[in-house]
């Protein structure tokens, strides 16, 4: 059964930082590349960033050096550490598969950059 449950998301001022956390199925993460996806009112889903089982990231254009992807594999936890947010970075984010995710999706964690 798949589990994705993401968490740590809140209210930041521009410039803050945040560190979300996604616990994924042991059988998701142990044999998939991760992602961190967002969507922003009024907009498409899009992809933030990467993180493969080998350890190879890729980001966003948009988020590149401002966000770091990681995983714990003994917590079966992907994380997305989030620095000098933007008011623009403002989206609920989800965790998935990559590079196709799941038709399942968890319910997401709010992030708001706002002064």
């Known amino acids: 059964q798949v589990q994705l449950v993401e968490s740590g998301g809140g209210l930041v001022q521009p410039g803050g930082s945040l560190r979300l956390s996604c616990a994924a199925s042991g059988s998701i993460f142990s044999i998939n590349a991760m992602g961190w996806y967002r969507q922003a009112p009024r907009k498409q889903r899009e992809l933030v960033a990467v993180l493969t089982s080998g350890g190879s990231t890729h980001y966003a254009h948009s988020v590149k050096v401002r966000f770091t992807i990681s995983r714990d594999n003994a917590k079966n936890t992907v994380y997305l550490q989030m620095n000098s947010l933007k008011p623009e970075d403002t989206a609920v984010y989800y965790c998935?598969?990559?590079?196709?995710?799941?038709?399942?999706w968890g319910q997401g964690t709010q992030v708001t950059v706002s002064s």
């Open positions: 998935n598969k990559w590079p196709l995710p799941y038709d399942y």
